[in-house]
C-alpha cells in the first residue's frame, strides 16, 4: 500500500492539529495503521497505533492529548493531536502492515510508511 501523509505544520503549545495518511490500494481495511515520530538527533519512536482489529495503543506520552481512528471508506487514517506540547516537535510517519497486536509499537514490523509530515509546536 502507498501512503501520503499531510497535516503538519507551525502550531502554539496547547494547539491542535489533526494529520491524514491517505492509502492506495484494496485492502486498507485488513492493516494495522500507526503512527511514529522522530525528533532531530533522535530515534524514531512509536506515537499511536489502530490494529486491524480495531483496537487502538498509544505511547504513554500522549495518551489523553492524542487520538488515532480511521475512515474505511475513504482509506484514511487519522491522528488528532490536542495539547500540543514542544516536545512533540518531530517529523511524522504513517505506517501500515500485518502483524500481533503486541507487535503495533515495533517498526520494523510495518512494511509501509508514509513520506513524512513536519510537526513544529512552538512555546
Known amino acids: 500500500v502507498q501512503l501520503q501523509a499531510s497535516g503538519g505544520g507551525l502550531v502554539q503549545a496547547g494547539g491542535s492539529l489533526r494529520l491524514s495518511c491517505a492509502a492506495s490500494?484494496?485492502?486498507?481495511?485488513?492493516?494495522?495503521m500507526a503512527w511514529f515520530r522522530q525528533a532531530p538527533g533522535k530515534e524514531r519512536e512509536f506515537v499511536a497505533a489502530?490494529?486491524?482489529?480495531?483496537?487502538?495503543y498509544y505511547a504513554d506520552f500522549v495518551k489523553g492529548r492524542f487520538n488515532i481512528f480511521r475512515d474505511n471508506v475513504e482509506k484514511t487514517v487519522y491522528l488528532q493531536m490536542n495539547s500540543l506540547k514542544p516536545e512533540d516537535t518531530a517529523v511524522y510517519y504513517c505506517?501500515?502492515?500485518?502483524?500481533?497486536?503486541?507487535?503495533?509499537?515495533?517498526?520494523?514490523?510495518?512494511?509501509?510508511w508514509g513520506q513524512g509530515t513536519l510537526v513544529t509546536v512552538s512555546s
Open positions: 489502530d490494529s486491524w482489529r480495531r483496537s487502538t
Open positions: 490500494g484494496r485492502t486498507f481495511s485488513g492493516y494495522s
Open positions: 505506517a501500515a502492515g500485518y502483524m500481533l497486536d503486541r507487535l503495533l509499537t515495533i517498526a520494523t514490523k510495518y512494511v509501509d
